[in-house]
């Protein structure tokens, strides 16, 4: 299989859950301001909604979307999910929450906004980031297993690193503990991304919300 991804994008997530699930793909870069991959190919005629990540699978189908990709990988290896006889709804209804509310409220600040616009946004995402950091239980935010909603959430906390979003003691602690594991650190250095518990230059992260 092979995931189409930007560096730094929410594609992290995906990547950091295929290497947490153990499961062998290929990786290929796509710019998202001209919408063409590392080997020149037009990504919209792979994707047409052209955004990332899209899966494409070796018999040649493909699952775009965070929520769709994140939630195939779980089919394939369960233990990424919360488990329980309501694990797969109560995982979908928190990858919804963060693709639905918490990913689109960072979308202004890639925007030409004057600052108190801004501002607003930031403070936006920080109340978004104090509902979800209640949430936190135990390690992860389905105790101590980590799932692929930990990985998507540790991709949109980098972006709030970078803006200076504010954000909850506990919220800090839980990034720095995500950001240690092995395969976020593998993910990471691969997308040529700094380490994350630093501050990060955003002019990178253009377009990529």
């Known amino acids: 299989m092979k995931l189409y991804f930007s560096p730094g994008a929410c594609s992290l997530a995906s990547r950091i859950s295929l290497h947490e699930a153990g499961l062998a793909a290929e990786f290929e870069r796509v710019d998202p ?25 070796d018999d040649g189908s493909t699952i775009s979307e965070n929520v769709a990709v994140l939630d195939f990988i779980v089919d394939r290896e369960p233990a990424l999910g919360p488990g329980g006889q309501l694990g797969r709804s109560q995982l979908l209804e928190i990858l919804s929450w963060l693709s639905s509310e918490l990913h689109v409220a960072f979308r202004p600040m890639w925007a030409p906004l004057e600052e108190p616009g801004k501002a607003a946004a930031k403070e936006t995402v920080a109340k978004l980031l104090d509902i979800v950091s209640a949430r936190i239980n ?13 990985a998507f959430l540790f991709a949109m906390l980098r972006w709030a690193n970078a803006f200076g979003v504010r954000v909850s003691p506990e919220m800090h602690a839980y990034f720095e503990r995500v950001a240690e594991r092995p395969t976020v650190q593998r993910a990471l250095a691969e997308e040529g991304l700094p380490d994350p518990r630093l501050r990060i230059d955003t002019s990178s992260f253009e377009a990529l919300a």
């Open 33 to 57: 301001k001209t919408k063409i991959t590392e080997r020149g190919y037009d990504y919209l005629s792979i994707n047409p909604m052209g955004f990332v990540p899209l899966l494409a699978l």
């Open 138 to 150: 135990e390690l992860y935010l389905f105790g101590p297993r980590f799932t692929v909603a930990d």
